[in-house]
């Protein structure tokens, strides 16, 4: 089968590696030429494992291409993924103008396109969007009907960044939303070798399936660190009390982690795009509303509980280690460090940062700080070190050997505290110090 992918971000490119994993010859696109000669070169243009191996190997193979133009693509491919961006805007609701763009390119392509075409939309759009503006835009620009001149699919993308690879070829679950029936037909057939459960629904909730997931996950978060503020308070500790928790069947033990809240590119702007709809049905969302209230606490609250550690923030060295919104990504998309960083900065101490993949991202949108390269140059430089990140390389820090090291917050539970001798330690969750 004949594949394209329009975008290639974090979904894109692991949907086109997927994709030509199961076989299938696959066109990549973007607008953006550098994603995609680094693409070419068998690069990623952001640090995701196991990608640039499966874009060499399929680059050596003949499966994969590139393209810059979407309707070169469109008229070559049977299905045509639409994976461009949906940030957020201003007020919260989502950005569709590089859907809409999309769309209109696919739209052209169909006009002279001979046999059917699907058009299917992994980007995560608002409910309403695939059979509202996505559908009008496809059919506008090439005079045919969908379901009848075309197939169009909603396929919503639940992959984590830093295992997006492992979680494209084995989700626990494959959506398609579709009203034709030749459009499932097709999509099942594409992706029934994953082995996975496919699930048919309308586009619409489809669509609200992704926004529903995101929330809940979100709100198992908040919920969570609500619960730590108060465990704090208590003298107890939030993961004892979550093991508890978690051993109900009907809770789960996953997603129970205390510690500085959520961020990346898709629970705040979801859950925001959500509360805008919501506003826009007349339906209030208090739920969702002190979700992200939770969220905006958190760092906050870390910043309080270093500065009490410390007797002062004013002119006081404090190290961020972990500047990408979870580890195994170079992604800094709302990524707690931020606010933690401009808060430290507020209160008048110097921020010093260290990423392992991130720092090049984060120099982007940092405020006044100093970067380091190595972990361990950072953390001599500091008075107060604040764990931000869980990379696997922060586990093994010789914590001993930094003799100027006053006070340690574990903002990620990933610290061994048995081995820091005398400095003040805290992590989030735990009774406070
Ligand atoms: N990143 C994630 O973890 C994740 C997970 C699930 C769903 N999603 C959703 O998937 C969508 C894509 O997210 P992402 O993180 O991959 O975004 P991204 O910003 O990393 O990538 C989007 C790409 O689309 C390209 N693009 C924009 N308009 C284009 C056009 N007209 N033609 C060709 N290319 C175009 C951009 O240049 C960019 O490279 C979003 O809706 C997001 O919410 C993301």
């Known amino acids: 089968m004949r594949t394209a992918v329009i975008g290639c971000g974090y979904v894109g490119l692991t949907t086109g590696l997927t994709l030509a994993e199961l076989g299938y010859d696959v066109v990549l696109v973007d607008t953006d030429k550098r994603k995609l000669s680094a693409v070419r070169e068998g690069r990623s243009p952001f640090y995701e494992p196991g990608v640039d191996e499966l874009l060499k190997k399929h680059f050596k193979a003949g499966t994969l291409r590139t393209m810059d133009d979407a309707l070169e693509a469109s008229r070559w491919a049977e299905i ?88 494209s070829l084995h989700p626990d679950r494959v959506v398609v939303g579709t009203l034709d029936d030749r459009s499932f037909e097709t999509m099942s057939k594409l992706f029934s070798p994953l082995g996975s459960i496919i699930l048919r629904t309308s586009p619409t909730a489809a669509e609200m399936i992704k926004y529903a997931s995101n929330t809940f996950l979100a709100t198992k978060i908040s919920y969570v660190n609500e619960m730590s503020r108060l465990c704090e308070k208590l003298g107890v500790d939030v993961y004892d009390v979550m093991e508890g928790v978690g051993l109900d069947k009907r809770i789960s033990p996953h997603f129970l982690r205390a510690g500085v809240g959520f961020g990346g ?33 958190q760092p906050r609250h870390l910043v309080d509980v270093l500065e009490r550690m410390l007797g002062t923030l004013k002119k006081r060295k404090v190290t961020v280690l972990g500047l990408a919104f979870k580890p195994d990504t170079d992604d800094v998309r709302e990524t707690r460090s931020l606010p933690v960083i401009k808060a430290l900065i507020r209160r008048g101490a110097e921020v010093g940062g260290h990423d392992p993949k991130a720092a090049l991202n984060f120099r982007t949108i940092a405020p006044d ?65």
Request: charged share 25%.
């Open 80 to 167: 045509v993924f639409i994976a461009v961006g949906t940030p957020s805007r201003e007020d919260g609701s989502m950005e569709d103008r590089y859907i809409r763009e999309a769309a209109r390119q696919i739209g052209r392509s169909l006009k002279s396109a001979r046999g059917f075409r699907t058009v299917v939309v992994k980007s995560t759009v608002v409910p309403g969007t695939t059979i509202g503006t996505i559908r009008s835009a496809l059919e506008r620009a090439s005079g045919k009907r969908a379901g009848k001149g075309f197939g169009l699919a909603m396929c919503p993308e639940f992959l984590r960044e830093g295992s997006a690879m492992q979680d």
């Open 265 to 297: 590119s898709c629970f705040p702007k979801d859950v925001s795009a959500l509360i805008h709809v919501a506003k826009g049905l007349d339906e209030p969302t208090p739920v969702m509303d002190s979700v992200m209230r939770t969220n905006d606490i």
């Open 369 to 433: 700080m100093t970067f380091f390269d190595d972990a361990a140059t950072a953390i001599e430089w500091a008075d107060a070190v604040v764990l931000m990140t869980e990379w696997n390389e922060y586990r093994s820090i010789d914590w001993g050997q930094h003799k100027y090291l006053k006070a340690i917050i574990d903002g990620r539970r990933t610290i061994d505290p048995s081995r820091l001798g005398r400095i003040k330690y805290w992590s989030m969750g735990s009774p406070l110090p």
